[in-house]
């Protein structure tokens, strides 16, 4: 595996635990509870807006292609996943990295998931 690795979102890997219970006709217990969480994680319950791993995808490539988030491919995906519709929650998940990031910048994010949720 890369250093980079691979982002994936919840509704995918909701589907990908439906696959493996068809499969083998059952789950163990953490993929049990990966799966309820997932099922929770991608449903409109969580933040308004059911997940989709195209939309998931594009947003992703979109948001990499701000200069910022080409060094933190991870942020980009976490903004992907969580689809944050303001700033102030686009700039915690920047603050966890502990970079700082232009207000054009989030702008950019917030017109992307804008963009492709509504």
Known sequence: MTDEGTF????????????????????TYEQKAA???????????RNGYATDPK????MFNAIMEIEIFQKYPE?????AEIMPMHS???RAVIASRRISIEG???EKV?????QHVK
């Open 88 to 90: 102030d929650d686009v």
């Open 8 to 27: 994936t979102d919840f509704s995918s890997v909701r589907d990908m635990l439906h696959d493996a219970q068809e499969r083998r006709g059952f789950l």
């Open 110 to 114: 917030l017109d992307i998931i804008r």
């Open 104 to 106: 054009d910048d989030v």
């Open 35 to 45: 799966l309820q969480h997932a099922e929770w994680a991608a449903s409109d319950n």
């Open 75 to 79: 942020l980009a995906a976490k903004l």
């Open 55 to 58: 939309v998931f995808t594009d």
